[in-house]
């Protein structure tokens, strides 16, 4: 009967040191896989992105006749340019000078990536009529934007909560080694008699 106790308490010993063992090694594999995730998934992302894996459903967008515009060293913001338009591929059909109906040739103009007119030229022309033409991204473009965009905020709202998770992971490692030095312990004090 004697033996039988010391068999069951030896056993109980060790599987506990076997849960404590399994969720500290769990603890850290977890945390490295979500590192591991992270860098991963950051991979993926990129790629799409900048890739341009996805460039084929662009279509093009016209304006024509916007009024109201000048051509100056000030600049002047297109004004009717489609909200998803690709930077950079905005070019000027037509210009007008309306004051003399006179055509501006597009040697006298200077267009940045981001739609802003200036002259190339020292001479200004004050009320101007334009049209132009620009690229448009795809919706596949589009939905793989929003997606690096809130995977990056994800990520920062999940970082921000990391010093927390660490605390927590330290807590349970700590707890995790007092199971373990308790349970080697009480090993020692039941072989060694009583005291």
């Not at 977890?30 to 991979?43: D, K």
């Not at 890739?51 to 662009?58: C, Y």
């Amino acid at each position: 009967m004697e033996e039988f106790k010391q068999f069951s308490l030896e056993k109980m010993f060790k599987t506990k040191k076997a849960q404590t063992a399994g969720l500290i090694t769990g603890l850290v594999f977890g945390i490295a896989s979500l590192v591991i995730g992270v860098i991963i998934a950051f991979v993926i992302v990129s790629t799409l992105t900048s890739a341009n894996l996805l460039t084929d459903g662009r279509t093009t967008t016209s304006v024509i006749n916007e009024t109201g515009a000048y051509i100056n060293s000030t600049g002047y913001q297109l004004t009717a340019l489609d909200t998803n338009y690709v930077p950079g591929t905005i070019t000027i059909d037509e210009a007008f000078n309306d004051t003399i109906g006179f055509l501006i040739t597009s040697a006298n103009i200077t267009i940045s990536s981001t739609g802003i007119v200036t002259n190339a030229t020292a001479i200004y022309w004050n009320n101007a009529t334009m049209s132009y033409t620009s690229s448009v991204y795809s919706n596949n473009e589009l939905a793989t934007q929003d997606l690096s965009a809130n995977f990056t905020k994800g990520v920062d709202n999940v970082s921000t909560k990391i010093p927390t998770i660490l605390l927590i992971a330290a807590i349970v490692l700590i707890l995790g080694v007092l199971v373990l030095l308790v349970g080697a312990w009480q090993r020692m004090r039941i072989g060694g008699g009583s005291i």
